[in-house]
């Protein structure tokens, strides 16, 4: 056995190790060439440049530590790990409650590309859609796999010069060479650029984005604005495509464009825009039907079944509500029913058989039910502009609010006038009404004489006044002479004061107090008016004021702080020149006051010494302007003390001395404020009772407000007809029963005869289970005498009255009993609506499962849609039962759903007259049955019509009040009332709806009018629908 040559090894040994890593470098080169040819390289961990250089680490702005820019650099294909998206946005974060991580529905299967794709790429055009955000494009209800239009683009620039839209833009990037790459992209309003490491849309990362609340936009080639425009650097290679994705979504406003740029990732290059050299098709489109689908891509960025952030809505009908699934409790036998109330007949006195009715006045006869408990079917989310359930008139609301409701707390020791003066609404003051620097040279107004009650506090004044008359206006200043005598003067300022009916005063300002006399006249409070008007001829009218006029508003004469309107710096005036002049001290003889007094109409008396004023024609050079702007110090209370200090301060300083205070004042500094801030008194308490504004309204068909919801029923009278009916029932069945709750209950009121209730009560069997039940009673007023001559049929005996009061008893009302098992029949009449048909299909079959009914058909009526074929799309939908059925011709709503309506062979099943963009709920069969009965009752449901950028989760919009055109009747009436139009209603449609609704009432039957939760009118466009086409040919398919 031969020995191992240990010391030809320790003497050949560093030999052998050169040998060894010679080896390893060969084996890594090889397996990093193999991987090359395969797509995938080895990730290289040093973080070095081009140049050798090392590169330092950097923080972004959030103090994370970010990676050196070469390894933002290296290509995105070299590592297996996930890349975080930009500004930390990863999967869950764009698709939250575990989207991310559900099986989503992704194409990692790329279809066979074509060399002829180059140049173009594919687009997706999703229309009439509002919003800004991609978020917003992401909740259209086709997004991705329906757009409106698919076509192709040739470059990565667009601008359609349209609005409201969003683009989904998407095919392959072919670099020109190898090397590192940055992207960006610019757009108005929001748009998101994704990019893929290979061809597998799967793989799509988020790289760049303008926006994400729908408010950011760029200019075009503005590829700079954002941080999050620019990508980070990603290497690319020439002999490889790179899927991509571009989102756009644009609103009604701005210049609508999208465009994405690349530059080298080299210091100094501009982003240039990708051309059509480097892009090329996903696929080819072009004979591709619109409801082939298959082919689509669904990445990250658009597939089905992500879930966007939602928060919690502010519409109360998307609160659960026991009504939705009370259908799935499994309802009481109706042999356990009979005998527990007394036959009666019912013939309501509402109902206008072989009554004529006008044209389309059908709608003033129907009639609208109550309903318990609270549906929340008001959209109270929608009344922040509309407020028309409050019965108020805007225009009021707008200006005065609810304050009428509310009785203001008024403090201690305060009078009666405080009171009046917080029922006042508020005054808007104009700032048109104010003087303006160039008008304080201009002449005061007249001071108009107001009557006031006596001041509870603090001396009267003591100096007489020369009383001015209203409306006059002051004389030159030079001669002077006394007031009356001045030319007549109307001021659009508090003109209305002057022509109220009673004179109560809204006090704006006051004069500036005189120096204090010998002699004292009764208090009067004066209005100093804030802006000169127009002057205008004695004989000419009073002008309007810019309001209507307010009542009068009661105010203590106590002083006010003044706000000074100060003039342009001037000389300093004599001593001589006061403002108080001999006129302003002599008395007034009282029969010149009495006329004054009575110069105004309605002028109340007077009760105290009078204030007195200064000569009003004087020019503002003379004396400051003195005006009171703060109308929350009016009608506010005032602190104890307050004022007085002032009144004395007033009092005791001459004017002389407020213009060295005014120039001293204008020394020291410029003031804070030229006008003074309103005194907010926080401390303000009011007097409210329960305002019930149901009880306002009336179960007319109220066609003027669009956001109430159903009427509410009082809860004592549903409790005590349930009451009643657990009464007879237990007494029939011995306490079998007992009541869990009370889930809805459903009144018709007839004032004469008596109403009708739909009872629908969860009870609990003893030693069983939980039943339903849902029966129509009627709650007959003692005697009211119905006869059931229409159908030749006497009345029954009605039953004894048991209660000693003698209040209405329960009866069952005859044949007005509604079938659990009758057939239901949606018709609907289509045309090149082939995203619609597919949603609508899609519904029908959810709710099949959701609900395990299949007593129900679906009947198509196709006018020879070219978009798709509508029979395959049934055939494999998985409906329990459908029809469909082929016209020629224009699309005519009348005729289809006329024959739809033939095509059902049972006379004794209902027909639901349909349209083809309704979101329906769960338990939409269970009412269509519950208000369909034969020979009694139709039903047409109120639908809410979405806005535009609303969906079912986020619902925004009104209710459907004028609309017919949902309506479930029993075939047999429909056939007996002679079906819809079609002769006057061939070549248009609209009001076809209405022209029904005449002959269904005069043929004797109710309409049931409700508004049904969760029951949608999706938004749609109607470009493009029954087959109208754009004036410009193209190769796009709408739907």
């Not at 040093?46 to 923080?59: A, C, H, N, Q």
């Not at 309802?331 to 206008?352: G, H, I, K, Q, W």
């Not at 003027?704 to 009451?723: I, Y």
Request: hydrophobic share 35%; glycine share 8%; net charge neutral.
């Amino acid at each position: 056995m031969p020995r191992l040559p240990v010391k030809k090894i320790r003497k050949q040994m560093k030999l052998l190790l050169l040998l060894l890593l010679l080896s390893c470098a060969a084996w890594l080169t090889y397996v990093h060439l193999g991987l090359v040819r395969q797509g995938r390289a080895l990730r290289q961990r040093l973080g070095y440049g081009r140049d050798g250089e090392k590169l330092t680490s950097v923080t972004d702005g959030r103090g994370v530590h970010a990676a050196p820019s070469t390894q933002r650099a290296e290509d995105s294909s070299e590592s297996r790990e996930e890349e975080q998206a930009p500004e930390g946005q990863d999967l869950d974060m764009l698709f939250p409650a575990g989207a991310g991580k559900l099986p989503l529905n992704f194409t990692h299967q790329t279809p066979p590309w074509r060399e002829e794709y180059k140049g173009q790429v594919n687009l997706h055009v999703f229309e009439d859609w509002c919003g800004g955000a991609v978020g917003h494009l992401r909740r259209n209800l086709h997004f991705p796999l329906f757009p409106h239009t698919r076509t192709t683009v040739k470059k990565l620039a667009v601008s359609p010069k349209w609005k409201n839209y969003g683009l989904r833009i998407f095919g392959f990037i072919h670099p020109a060479r190898d090397g590192d790459v940055q992207f960006s992209v610019a757009s108005d309003d929001n748009s998101e650029f994704w990019l893929s490491p290979d061809e597998s849309p799967a793989a799509a990362q988020l790289v760049a984005f303008v926006g994400k609340t729908g408010s950011e936009w760029t200019a075009p080639g503005e590829f700079t604005k954002f941080s999050s425009q620019v990508s980070k650097p990603r290497r690319l290679m020439a002999s490889r495509r790179y899927y991509f994705e571009l989102l756009h979504k644009q609103d009604d406003r701005g210049s609508d464009h999208v465009e994405v740029g690349w530059r080298a990732f080299l210091p100094g290059l501009k982003f240039e825009v990708i051309s059509s050299a480097h892009i090329s098709l996903y696929t080819d489109e072009s004979a591709l039907k619109m409801d082939h689908v298959a082919h689509v891509p669904q990445s990250p960025a658009s597939h089905v079944g992500g879930r966007l952030p939602q928060e919690d809505t502010s519409a109360d009908m998307l609160r659960p509500d026991p009504r939705d699934t009370f259908f799935l409790t499994p309802r009481m036998e109706s042999s356990s029913l009979e005998n527990v109330l007394e036959p009666c007949a019912y013939a309501p006195t509402y109902v206008v058989k072989d009554f004529p009715i006008a044209r389309y006045q059908g709608l003033q006869f129907v009639y609208l039910s109550f309903v318990y408990p609270n549906d929340y079917t008001r959209l109270t989310h929608m009344e922040t502009d509309n407020k028309c359930f409050y019965r108020e008139s805007p225009l009021y609301l707008e200006r005065f609010g609810f304050y009428k409701y509310m009785k203001m707390d008024k403090e201690e020791g305060d009078e009666d006038e405080e009171e009046e003066v917080q029922r006042r609404a508020f005054l808007f003051l104009n700032p048109d009404d104010f003087l303006d620097d160039e008008d304080e040279g201009e002449l005061l107004d007249s001071l108009e004489p107001t009557e006031a009650a006596p001041s509870r506090s603090g001396p009267p004044s003591s100096a007489p006044a020369v009383h001015a008359e209203p409306g006059a206006t002051p004389a030159p200043p030079t001669p002077p002479r006394p007031r009356d005598e001045g030319t007549p003067r109307h001021s659009r300022a508090l003109s209305w004061a002057s022509r109220a009916a009673r004179p109560l005063p809204l006090f704006l300002g006051r004069a500036p107090p005189p120096r204090p006399a010998a002699e004292q006249q009764p208090p009067k409070v004066y209005v100093t008016r804030v802006r000169p008007g127009q002057r205008a001829s004695p004989r000419a009218p009073a002008p309007r004021a810019p309001w209507p006029p307010f009542p009068g508003v009661f105010l203590h004469p106590r002083p006010l702080p003044r706000v000074q309107l100060r003039a342009p710096p001037r000389p300093p005036r004599p001593h001589g020149r006061r403002t108080g002049g001999p006129q302003a001290t002599q008395p007034r003889p009282p029969a010149r006051a009495q006329a004054t007094q009575g110069g105004q109409e309605g002028q109340a008396r007077t009760l105290g010494p009078a204030v007195p004023t200064v000569d009003s024609n004087l020019s503002s050079e003379a004396r400051p302007v003195t005006s009171f702007l703060s109308l929350s110090q009016v009608s506010g209370p005032q602190l104890p003390g307050e004022g007085e200090e002032e009144e004395e301060g007033e009092d005791d300083g001459a004017p002389g001395d407020e213009a060295a205070s005014e120039d001293s004042e204008e020394a020291a500094g410029p003031a804070l404020g030229r006008w003074r801030e309103d005194a907010i008194d926080w401390q303000r308490t009011f007097s409210v009772g329960a305002v019930d504004f149901e009880l306002l309204r009336s179960d007319w068909n109220d066609l003027r407000c669009n956001v109430s919801g159903n009427l509410q029923l009082p809860e004592a009278e549903a409790v005590d007809v349930a009451a009643q009916y657990m009464e007879r029932l237990n007494a029939r069945h011995g306490g079998r029963f007992a009541l869990l709750r009370i889930v809805n209950v459903e009144k018709r009121r007839d004032s004469a005869r008596g109403s009708r209730f739909l009872l629908e009560l969860e009870l609990q069997e003893r030693g069983g289970g939980r039943l339903r039940l849902s029966e129509y009673v009627f709650l007959r007023l003692p005697g009211a005498h119905v006869g059931d001559a229409d159908r030749g049929s006497p009345e029954p005996a009605p039953a004894a009255s048991v209660r000693p009061d003698g209040r209405p008893e329960l009866c069952r009302p005859l044949r007005l009993a509604w079938r659990q098992d009758v057939m239901v029949h949606f018709i609907v009449p289509v045309k090149n609506q082939a995203r619609w048909v597919a949603q609508f299909l899609a519904d029908m079959a959810a709710l099949h499962a959701r609900t395990g009914d299949s007593r129900f058909s679906v009947v198509l009526v196709d006018f020879e849609s070219e978009d798709m074929d509508v029979e395959r799309a049934l055939r494999t939908a998985r409906l329990p039962r459908y029809q469909y059925l082929r016209r020629t011709g224009n699309f005519e709503r009348s005729a289809g759903l006329q024959a739809g309506v033939d095509a059902v062979e049972d006379a004794s099943s209902i027909v639901f007259l349909c349209d083809l963009h309704i979101h329906f709920p769960p338990n939409i069969l269970d009412g269509i049955r519950k208000h369909c009965v034969e020979g009694r009752l139709a039903f047409a449901p109120v639908v809410m019509r979405l806005s535009c950028g609303s969906s079912p989760r986020d619902p925004h919009g009104y209710w459907e009040v004028n609309g017919f055109g949902l309506f479930g009747i029993y075939k047999s009436d429909f056939d007996r009332v002679g079906g819809m139009n079609t002769e006057e209603f061939r070549d248009q449609w609209g009001g076809e709806d209405w022209e029904l609704l005449d002959r269904v009432l005069q043929a004797g039957l109710e309409v049931e009018r409700l508004r049904l939760r969760n029951f949608y009118h999706h938004y749609h466009s109607k470009r493009g629908m029954w087959s109208v086409r754009s004036r410009k040919g193209s190769h796009t398919g709408a739907s």
